[in-house]
């Protein structure tokens, strides 16, 4: 069954949205991605309600299944971190008002889901978005793209079960990157469950 998943990459001037269909053999297709823009010099309220409105439009037009949301982490800018705090939180609202469950994923966590290595940067994050959706091009801004990693690396951690890793001809169509998330899925697994 196709699993649709709406990607948010919280921002207060540019949040990043991203949908894409993940099929059960962990193959992907995109479906839509873009960047909701609020201004600076606007109001905070009103800024949140462009942020709420765009999500809300984003969520009628596409019928998402499920949503994947960063992780809010603590950094040196308080000011960013709040912006972001308050984007994420009218992004969760927006997605508990429609009976939406959210997967939260840490930067980190994306990265390894998509290139294979927790400390990748930005523009291998595109890449290789490009690359699993099969795009002529990374998607841009940075912020529709790593909207698109947030989305398939919740799809792919929700499609991980089982200790066969699936028929050889869905092992066949993982990219290198779904192929290392996957067996250091199981090796975490192997290691809190102990040898058997």
């Keep these: 069954m196709t699993l649709r998943v709406l990607g948010i990459d919280p921002g207060l001037t540019r949040c990043g949205v991203g949908v894409v269909d993940v099929e059960p053999d962990r193959s992907a297709r995109l479906v839509h991605y873009g960047v909701i823009r609020t201004p600076p010099e606007m109001e905070l309220e009103r800024r949140l309600l462009l942020i709420g409105e765009g999500i809300q439009a984003i969520i009628e037009e596409f019928a998402p299944t499920a949503v994947a949301l960063e992780r809010v982490f603590a950094q040196h800018n308080l000011r960013t971190v709040m912006g972001t705090a308050q984007a994420s939180g009218v992004a969760l609202h927006m997605a508990a008002a429609r009976g939406l469950r959210v997967g939260l994923h840490t930067p980190s966590e994306v990265k390894a889901a998509v290139t294979g290595y927790g400390t990748a940067d930005k523009k291998q994050v595109a890449t290789m978005v490009a690359r699993i959706l099969r795009l002529d091009a990374p998607p841009q801004p940075a ?5 698109l990693a947030l ?10 079960g089982g200790s066969s890793g699936g028929t050889a001809a869905a092992q066949d169509a993982l990219t290198p990157a779904q192929r290392a998330w996957r067996a250091a899925e199981r090796s975490s697994a192997k290691k809190v469950g102990g040898p058997s």
């Design 143 to 147: 912020d529709a793209a790593d909207a």
């Design 151 to 160: 989305a398939l690396c919740h799809a792919w951690r929700g499609s991980a």
